[in-house]
C-alpha cells in the first residue's frame, strides 16, 4: 500500500503495526507543504492509494476528479470522530474523507533564549515585528507555504485567516515583507531539527513538528527547552484527513488502512506519538493525560475560539495568495 | 545514391526522431504554454473536456475568440513587475561573480598541471575531475555540514570574529553560502578547458619574451593571457550558464533572500501551480542564455582574429 | 626567480586541491560518527550504514536508478552513436542543433519542458518518463564523444577495405566500429554515470511516485542533516570510483574523453 503523506504525520510504530495487521508493505511518499502534494497530484502523480491531505486540499481534489468515495460500509470506525471535525463543509457527509489529525499552525521558540531576551512569544510579534526581529534576527524561520504564513500574517493584522479580500491581503503581505530580512529561511522540514539544535530560536510551524523539536531536544539532553504556545491574535488550523485516490492500486488495503487509524487506539497514536490534535473522540482514553494538558493538542472552549480552520480559497484568490508569495519570495 | 541517402536516413532518423519527440516537441509547447492561462488548480486552463453527463468531448472555448484561450498577460507581467528583473540581474551577478571567483582559482592550478612533467599531468587532471564524479548533492551537502552553526568550521571562524569584536556571523544560509557552494560544484569546468589551452602554449615564445627583457608580469599580461582567452571563454561558459539555472543551491544553502531564477521557475511549477508564469520564465532563461552564447561567440572570433 | 614563482603557485594549487577534497573526506569521515548532529566527533561507528541497509525507501531508490541508469545507457549509446556517425558523415543542419542545444542550456529548462509534454500526454510519471528524458539529455554527450573518436581516425582503413571489396556495411563493421569502439563505451560509461547523478531533470520528471538516489538524498536533506546521507554518499562515492577504475582497464582513453 502506498501512503502520500505530510512528512512527520504519522508515526512508523503505528504504519508497523498496520504492517503486521494487513500483512502488506506500506510505502510512504512525503510532502512539506500542501501546495507542493498538490502540483505533484495535479502533475499527474499516480500509484498512490491513501492520500493525507489538509482539509482545505480535498475540494480541488475532488474538483479534478482525483478522489474515489469512501465505502462507508466497510469504515465501521468511522463513528469514533469528534462530531466537531465529522461533516465539515470542505467534505459534506465525509463523502471522500476521514479526518485522522489536527494540527496548530503557531509559534515554537527555544524557551531559555527568549527568557534571557525577555521576548514574549504568545504574539505573532515575535515573526512579524521588526523590532523584535532585530534582537533574534537570522534565528527566525517561518513555513514555506503560503497558505500558512500569510494566514498567520492576517490574524496578527486582526484580520481572518481566510480573508478573500485584496486590501487585508495586502496588508498581511506588507507585514511579512517588513519581516522577511531578519528570517533565516522559508523552511517547512528542517526547522524541527534546526530548533533542537539550536540554530534557530524561533520557528512559524506546526504544532505536531515542534512537539517533535521539544521532544528531541529533551532526548538529546540540549541544554535548553524547546516549547510552543498559541498566539493571542489566533492561530490558523487545519485537520488533516485521509483520502483514496481515485486509481488506487489497492483501495481494499487502502479502505482497511483507514478504518485501522479510525480506531481509537491507533488514533491516539498520532497524538502521543507526533503531538497532533485528536478528531477522534473514542481515542481520548488513551491519549497521555500530560498532552491534553497542551492546548495546541486539546484547547479548551476560550481557546478553540481563536483557532480558525483553514478552508479553500476561491481559484481569484488562491491565485492572488501564489502571487504574493511569489513576490515575497522574489523581492528583496 | 538511393543507397546513400537511405544509409543517410538510417543513421540519422532515429536520434533526429527521438530529439524532435523529446526535446523539440516539449520546448515548443512549453512556448505555446506562455501564452495560456493557468488551470483552476495547476497545469493550463484545459481547451476541452468530457463533460461528465453525456461523456462527450467538448470544446470549453470558443476556437474563433483567440482572446478565451491565448493572453499576454504573463509576459506583461514580467515586465511590468521590476521584481522579476531584478531577480535575473540578480542571478546574473550570483553566476557572474561564481565564473569570476572559479577562473581565479581555476587559473593557477591549470597552468601548473599544464607546466608540470608530463608524466604527472593525467594524474593531476584526474584529482580535479575525481571529486566532480562525486553526485552534486553530496558536494552541496559537504559544505551544510561544514558551514552548519554547529560545525567546528564554523565554530572557529566565529570565535575569531568575536576576538575582534565582530559578532557571530551566520555562514549557512546565506549569500555567502551560495556563492562559496556555486564555485565548489562548477570549479572543476573551468579547470579543464583552461588547461586544454595552457597545455598548447609554445613555452619558446616565453623564453623569447623573457630575453628580450620582458618581466614575469609583461610575459604573462602580454602572452600568456591573450593566448589563454579562448580556453578562458570555454571556461567561463561552462560555469556561467549552469550556475545561472541552478536552483538547488539557493534552495539547500540560500536564506530567505538568495533565491535565483531557477527557484522562482521551479516554484511555479511546483508549488504555486502557474505554468504559463513557469514557461514565460523559462522562455526569458532561454533568451538569456542564447543571447550570452550569441556573444561568446562574437568575443571568441575576435579573439580568434587578435590572436592571429 | 622560476622557482621562487613556482613554489608560490605551488602552494596555491594545493589550496585549490584542498578546497576541491576536504569537503568529501569530511562527509565520509563523519559517516562513521556515533551522533546523530554531524557537528562534534563523539566514537566510531557502522550504525549508519546499518540502518541505510535497512532502509526499504533508499534500497528502492537505489533499484530504480540502478534500473534507469542501464535503460538510459543503452538507448542513449545506440542513438548517440547514430547522431556522431551522422554528424560526422553528412553535412546536417537540425541533427546538431538538436544534439547539442540540450547540452548547452540549463538543465532546468529541459525538466520544465518535459513535465509540461508528459503531462499532456497525460502520461504517468515515474521510471519511464524519467527514462525517457535521461536518454535526451545523454544522447548529446555520447555522440559528441564517438564524432570526437571519428575525427581521429584513420579514413584510409575504411577506404582500403572498400578497395579490397568489402560492402560498406562490412567496412563499417569490421573496420570503423572496432576503431570507435573506445568511445563508444566511454559515451556508454558516461551516460550511465549522468543519469545515476542527475537532479534537476529528475526532479521534474518524476512526479511523486518514483524515486531515485539523488531525489532520495535532496528530501533528506531537506527534512535533516542526518549520517544517513554521509553513508549512502560514501557508498555512492565508492562506486564511481570503481567505475573509473574498471573504465581505465577496459578503456583506457575513455577518462580522457570524458574531460
Same mark, same amino acid.
Given at each position: 500500500?502506498?501512503?502520500?503523506?505530510?512528512?512527520?504525520? *504519522?508515526?512508523?510504530?503505528?504504519?508497523? @503495526?498496520?504492517?503486521?495487521?494487513?500483512?502488506?508493505?506500506?510505502?510512504? +511518499?512525503?510532502?512539506?507543504?500542501?501546495?507542493?502534494? $498538490?502540483?505533484?497530484?495535479?502533475?499527474?502523480?499516480?500509484?498512490?492509494?491513501?492520500?493525507?491531505?489538509?482539509?482545505?486540499?480535498?475540494?480541488?481534489?475532488?474538483?479534478? #476528479?482525483?478522489?474515489?468515495?469512501?465505502?462507508?460500509? @466497510?469504515?465501521?470506525?468511522?463513528?469514533? $470522530?469528534?462530531?466537531?471535525?465529522?461533516?465539515?463543509?470542505?467534505?459534506?457527509?465525509?463523502?471522500?474523507?476521514?479526518?485522522?489529525?489536527?494540527?496548530? +499552525? $503557531?509559534?515554537?521558540?527555544?524557551?531559555?533564549?527568549?527568557?534571557?531576551? #525577555?521576548?514574549?512569544?504568545?504574539?505573532?510579534?515575535?515573526?512579524?515585528?521588526?523590532?523584535?526581529?532585530?534582537?533574534?534576527?537570522?534565528?527566525?524561520?517561518? $513555513?514555506?507555504?503560503?497558505?500558512?504564513?500569510?494566514?498567520?500574517?492576517?490574524?496578527?493584522?486582526?484580520?481572518?485567516?481566510?480573508?478573500?479580500?485584496?486590501?487585508?491581503?495586502?496588508?498581511? *503581505?506588507?507585514?511579512?515583507?517588513?519581516?522577511?530580512?531578519?528570517?533565516?529561511?522559508?523552511?517547512?522540514?528542517?526547522?524541527?531539527?534546526?530548533?533542537?539544535? #539550536?540554530?534557530?530560536?524561533?520557528?512559524?510551524?506546526?504544532?505536531?513538528?515542534?512537539?517533535?523539536?521539544?521532544?528531541?531536544?529533551?532526548?538529546?539532553?540540549?541544554?535548553?527547552?524547546?516549547?510552543?504556545?498559541?498566539?493571542?491574535?489566533?492561530?490558523?488550523?487545519?485537520?488533516?484527513?485521509? *483520502?483514496?485516490?481515485?486509481?488506487?492500486?489497492?483501495?481494499?488495503?487502502?479502505?482497511?488502512?483507514?478504518?485501522?487509524?479510525?480506531?481509537?487506539?491507533?488514533?491516539?497514536?498520532? +497524538?502521543?506519538?507526533?503531538?497532533?490534535?485528536?478528531?477522534?473522540?473514542?481515542?481520548?482514553?488513551?491519549?497521555?493525560?500530560?498532552?491534553?494538558?497542551?492546548?495546541?493538542?486539546?484547547?479548551?472552549?476560550?481557546?478553540?475560539?481563536?483557532?480558525?480552520?483553514?478552508?479553500?480559497?476561491?481559484?481569484?484568490?488562491?491565485?492572488?495568495?501564489?502571487?504574493?508569495?511569489?513576490?515575497?519570495? *522574489? #523581492?528583496? | 545514391?538511393?543507397?546513400?541517402?537511405?544509409?543517410?536516413?538510417?543513421?540519422?532518423?532515429?536520434?533526429?526522431? /527521438?530529439?524532435?519527440?523529446?526535446?523539440?516537441?516539449?520546448?515548443?509547447?512549453?512556448?505555446?504554454?506562455?501564452?495560456?492561462?493557468?488551470?483552476?488548480?495547476?497545469?493550463?486552463?484545459?481547451?476541452?473536456?468530457?463533460?461528465?453527463?453525456?461523456?462527450?468531448?467538448?470544446?470549453?472555448?470558443?476556437?474563433?475568440?483567440?482572446?478565451?484561450?491565448?493572453?499576454?498577460?504573463?509576459?506583461?507581467?514580467?515586465?511590468?513587475?521590476?521584481?522579476?528583473?531584478?531577480?535575473?540581474?540578480?542571478?546574473? &551577478? /550570483?553566476?557572474?561573480?561564481?565564473?569570476?571567483?572559479?577562473?581565479?582559482?581555476?587559473?593557477?592550478?591549470?597552468?601548473?598541471?599544464?607546466?608540470?612533467?608530463?608524466?604527472?599531468?593525467?594524474?593531476?587532471?584526474?584529482?580535479?575531475?575525481?571529486?566532480? &564524479?562525486?553526485?552534486?548533492?553530496?558536494?552541496? /551537502?559537504?559544505?551544510?555540514?561544514?558551514?552548519?552553526?554547529?560545525? /567546528?568550521?564554523?565554530?572557529?571562524?566565529?570565535?575569531?570574529?568575536?576576538?575582534?569584536?565582530?559578532?557571530?556571523?551566520?555562514?549557512?544560509?546565506?549569500?555567502?553560502?551560495?556563492?562559496?557552494?556555486?564555485?565548489?560544484?562548477?570549479?572543476?569546468?573551468?579547470?579543464?578547458?583552461?588547461?586544454?589551452?595552457?597545455?598548447?602554449?609554445?613555452?619558446?615564445?616565453?623564453?623569447?619574451?623573457?630575453?628580450?627583457?620582458?618581466?614575469?608580469?609583461?610575459?604573462?599580461?602580454?602572452?600568456?593571457?591573450?593566448?589563454?582567452?579562448?580556453?578562458?571563454?570555454?571556461?567561463?561558459?561552462?560555469?556561467?550558464?549552469?550556475?545561472?539555472?541552478?536552483?538547488?543551491?539557493?534552495?539547500?544553502?540560500?536564506?530567505?533572500?538568495?533565491?535565483?531564477?531557477?527557484?522562482?521557475?521551479?516554484?511555479?511549477?511546483?508549488?504555486?501551480?502557474?505554468?504559463?508564469?513557469?514557461?514565460?520564465?523559462?522562455?526569458?532563461?532561454?533568451?538569456?542564455?542564447?543571447?550570452?552564447?550569441?556573444?561568446?561567440?562574437?568575443?571568441?572570433?575576435?579573439?580568434?582574429?587578435?590572436?592571429? | 626567480?622560476?622557482?621562487?614563482?613556482?613554489?608560490?603557485?605551488?602552494? !596555491?594549487?594545493?589550496?585549490?586541491?584542498?578546497?576541491?577534497?576536504?569537503?568529501?573526506?569530511?562527509?565520509?569521515?563523519?559517516?562513521?560518527?556515533?551522533?546523530?548532529?554531524? !557537528?562534534?566527533?563523539?566514537?566510531?561507528?557502522?550504525?549508519?550504514?546499518?540502518?541505510?541497509?535497512?532502509?526499504?525507501?533508499?534500497?528502492?531508490?537505489?533499484?530504480?536508478?540502478?534500473?534507469?541508469?542501464?535503460?538510459?545507457?543503452?538507448?542513449?549509446?545506440?542513438?548517440?552513436?547514430?547522431?556522431?556517425?551522422?554528424?560526422?558523415?553528412?553535412?546536417? =543542419?537540425?541533427?546538431?542543433?538538436?544534439?547539442?542545444?540540450?547540452? !548547452?542550456?540549463?538543465?532546468?529548462?529541459?525538466? %520544465?519542458?518535459?513535465?509540461?509534454?508528459?503531462?499532456?500526454?497525460?502520461?504517468?510519471?515515474?521510471?519511464?518518463?524519467?527514462?525517457?528524458?535521461?536518454?535526451?539529455?545523454?544522447?548529446?554527450?555520447? !555522440?559528441?564523444?564517438? =564524432?570526437?573518436?571519428?575525427?581521429?581516425?584513420?579514413?584510409?582503413?575504411?577506404?582500403?577495405?572498400?578497395?579490397?571489396?568489402?560492402?560498406?556495411?562490412?567496412?563499417? =563493421?569490421?573496420?570503423?566500429?572496432?576503431?570507435?569502439?573506445?568511445?563508444?563505451?566511454?559515451?556508454?560509461?558516461?551516460?550511465?554515470?549522468?543519469?545515476?547523478?542527475?537532479? %534537476?531533470?529528475?526532479?521534474?520528471?518524476?512526479?511523486?511516485?518514483?524515486?531515485?538516489?539523488?531525489?532520495?538524498?535532496?528530501?533528506?536533506? =531537506?527534512?535533516?542533516?542526518?549520517?544517513?546521507?554521509?553513508?549512502?554518499?560514501?557508498?555512492?562515492?565508492?562506486?564511481?570510483?570503481?567505475?573509473?577504475?574498471?573504465?581505465?582497464?577496459?578503456?583506457?582513453?575513455?577518462?580522457?574523453?570524458?574531460?
Amino acid at each position: 500500500m502506498h501512503l502520500f503523506n505530510w512528512n512527520n504525520a *504519522v508515526s512508523s510504530d503505528t504504519i508497523k @503495526r498496520f504492517e503486521a495487521e494487513c500483512k502488506c508493505k506500506v510505502q510512504e +511518499t512525503y510532502y512539506g507543504s500542501m501546495e507542493e502534494a $498538490l502540483a505533484k497530484l495535479t502533475a499527474g502523480a499516480k500509484g498512490f492509494d491513501v492520500i493525507g491531505p489538509s482539509n482545505y486540499g480535498i475540494p480541488p481534489l475532488v474538483k479534478l #476528479g482525483l478522489l474515489q468515495p469512501l465505502d462507508k460500509t @466497510r469504515l465501521p470506525n468511522l463513528k469514533n $470522530l469528534n462530531p466537531a471535525f465529522a461533516n465539515t463543509p470542505l467534505d459534506p457527509n465525509n463523502q471522500y474523507s476521514a479526518p485522522y489529525d489536527f494540527t496548530v +499552525t $503557531l509559534v515554537g521558540y527555544n524557551a531559555d533564549k527568549l527568557k534571557s531576551l #525577555g521576548i514574549d512569544p504568545t504574539s505573532w510579534a515575535v515573526v512579524f515585528d521588526p523590532k523584535i526581529l532585530a534582537r533574534i534576527k537570522g534565528k527566525v524561520t517561518v $513555513l514555506d507555504d503560503p497558505r500558512e504564513v500569510i494566514a498567520a500574517a492576517l490574524r496578527y493584522n486582526g484580520f481572518s485567516a481566510n480573508s478573500q479580500k485584496p486590501e487585508e491581503l495586502k496588508k498581511a *503581505v506588507a507585514t511579512i515583507k517588513a519581516a522577511k530580512p531578519y528570517w533565516a529561511a522559508f523552511n517547512s522540514q528542517s526547522y524541527i531539527k534546526e530548533l533542537t539544535l #539550536g540554530n534557530i530560536w524561533v520557528a512559524l510551524g506546526y504544532s505536531n513538528d515542534l512537539f517533535q523539536s521539544r521532544q528531541d531536544a529533551v532526548k538529546a539532553k540540549r541544554a535548553f527547552k524547546i516549547d510552543y504556545t498559541l498566539q493571542k491574535e489566533g492561530n490558523g488550523m487545519t485537520a488533516d484527513s485521509f *483520502v483514496i485516490h481515485k486509481n488506487a492500486p489497492r483501495p481494499d488495503l487502502a479502505v482497511q488502512f483507514i478504518n485501522f487509524m479510525l480506531d481509537g487506539k491507533n488514533a491516539a497514536g498520532i +497524538t502521543n506519538n507526533v503531538g497532533a490534535g485528536n478528531p477522534n473522540a473514542a481515542a481520548k482514553p488513551f491519549i497521555d493525560k500530560a498532552l491534553l494538558a497542551v492546548p495546541a493538542i486539546n484547547p479548551d472552549a476560550n481557546q478553540v475560539k481563536q483557532l480558525e480552520q483553514l478552508t479553500d480559497l476561491s481559484a481569484t484568490t488562491r491565485r492572488a495568495w501564489n502571487r504574493a508569495w511569489t513576490d515575497i519570495k *522574489v #523581492g528583496n | 545514391m538511393r543507397n546513400n541517402r537511405l544509409a543517410k536516413w538510417l543513421i540519422s532518423g532515429p536520434p533526429l526522431l /527521438y530529439l524532435l519527440l523529446f526535446f523539440a516537441i516539449p520546448s515548443a509547447i512549453m512556448a505555446f504554454a506562455a501564452f495560456r492561462f493557468p488551470g483552476d488548480y495547476g497545469g493550463l486552463l484545459p481547451l476541452m473536456n468530457v463533460n461528465p453527463d453525456t461523456g462527450k468531448t467538448e470544446l470549453l472555448i470558443n476556437a474563433g475568440n483567440y482572446a478565451d484561450f491565448l493572453t499576454l498577460e504573463n509576459f506583461t507581467r514580467f515586465f511590468q513587475e521590476p521584481v522579476f528583473f531584478e531577480l535575473f540581474l540578480k542571478s546574473f &551577478w /550570483y553566476a557572474g561573480l561564481t565564473t569570476v571567483i572559479c577562473l581565479a582559482l581555476a587559473y593557477p592550478l591549470a597552468w601548473l598541471i599544464a607546466r608540470s612533467p608530463k608524466k604527472h599531468r593525467d594524474l593531476l587532471v584526474l584529482m580535479v575531475i575525481l571529486p566532480f &564524479w562525486s553526485n552534486f548533492l553530496i558536494r552541496v /551537502y559537504s559544505w551544510m555540514i561544514i558551514l552548519g552553526p554547529q560545525g /567546528y568550521f564554523a565554530k572557529s571562524i566565529n570565535a575569531v570574529l568575536g576576538v575582534i569584536g565582530i559578532g557571530p556571523v551566520q555562514l549557512l544560509f546565506s549569500h555567502f553560502a551560495v556563492i562559496l557552494v556555486l564555485v565548489y560544484v562548477h570549479l572543476p569546468f573551468m579547470v579543464l578547458p583552461l588547461y586544454a589551452n595552457l597545455e598548447k602554449h609554445d613555452m619558446n615564445l616565453l623564453d623569447a619574451a623573457q630575453d628580450l627583457g620582458a618581466n614575469a608580469w609583461q610575459r604573462f599580461w602580454r602572452i600568456t593571457w591573450p593566448l589563454s582567452l579562448p580556453g578562458v571563454w570555454a571556461g567561463a561558459a561552462l560555469v556561467f550558464i549552469p550556475a545561472l539555472g541552478m536552483f538547488a543551491v539557493p534552495d539547500l544553502v540560500g536564506g530567505t533572500d538568495g533565491i535565483m531564477i531557477g527557484n522562482l521557475i521551479k516554484q511555479q511549477f511546483l508549488d504555486s501551480r502557474d505554468w504559463p508564469f513557469g514557461s514565460v520564465l523559462s522562455i526569458m532563461l532561454t533568451l538569456a542564455v542564447l543571447m550570452l552564447a550569441g556573444l561568446a561567440t562574437l568575443i571568441g572570433r575576435g579573439g580568434k582574429r587578435n590572436a592571429l | 626567480m622560476h622557482s621562487k614563482q613556482s613554489k608560490w603557485l605551488w602552494g !596555491a594549487a594545493s589550496l585549490v586541491y584542498l578546497f576541491l577534497y576536504l569537503p568529501l573526506i569530511i562527509v565520509v569521515v563523519y559517516s562513521f560518527n556515533d551522533s546523530k548532529l554531524n !557537528a562534534e566527533w563523539v566514537g566510531f561507528t557502522f550504525k549508519w550504514y546499518e540502518i541505510l541497509f535497512n532502509d526499504a525507501q533508499m534500497l528502492t531508490a537505489a533499484r530504480n536508478t540502478l534500473i534507469i541508469g542501464l535503460v538510459t545507457s543503452v538507448c542513449a549509446t545506440v542513438l548517440g552513436t547514430l547522431a556522431g556517425l551522422a554528424m560526422y558523415k553528412y553535412k546536417l =543542419r537540425l541533427l546538431p542543433v538538436l544534439v547539442l542545444t540540450p547540452i !548547452a542550456i540549463p538543465e532546468i529548462l529541459m525538466g %520544465v519542458s518535459l513535465l509540461i509534454f508528459f503531462v499532456m500526454l497525460n502520461m504517468t510519471l515515474g521510471l519511464v518518463s524519467i527514462a525517457l528524458s535521461h536518454i535526451a539529455f545523454c544522447i548529446g554527450f555520447v !555522440a559528441i564523444v564517438v =564524432r570526437s573518436r571519428l575525427q581521429g581516425m584513420d579514413e584510409s582503413l575504411v577506404e582500403a577495405a572498400r578497395d579490397l571489396g568489402a560492402t560498406p556495411v562490412q567496412a563499417f =563493421r569490421l573496420v570503423t566500429l572496432p576503431l570507435i569502439m573506445p568511445g563508444i563505451i566511454a559515451g556508454a560509461l558516461m551516460a550511465f554515470t549522468l543519469s545515476i547523478d542527475d537532479f %534537476v531533470i529528475t526532479f521534474f520528471t518524476a512526479g511523486a511516485g518514483a524515486s531515485t538516489l539523488p531525489l532520495q538524498i535532496y528530501s533528506m536533506i =531537506r527534512i535533516a542533516v542526518t549520517p544517513e546521507v554521509n553513508a549512502i554518499s560514501t557508498l555512492l562515492m565508492l562506486l564511481t570510483l570503481a567505475l573509473i577504475v574498471i573504465a581505465s582497464k577496459v578503456a583506457p582513453g575513455a577518462i580522457k574523453a570524458q574531460s
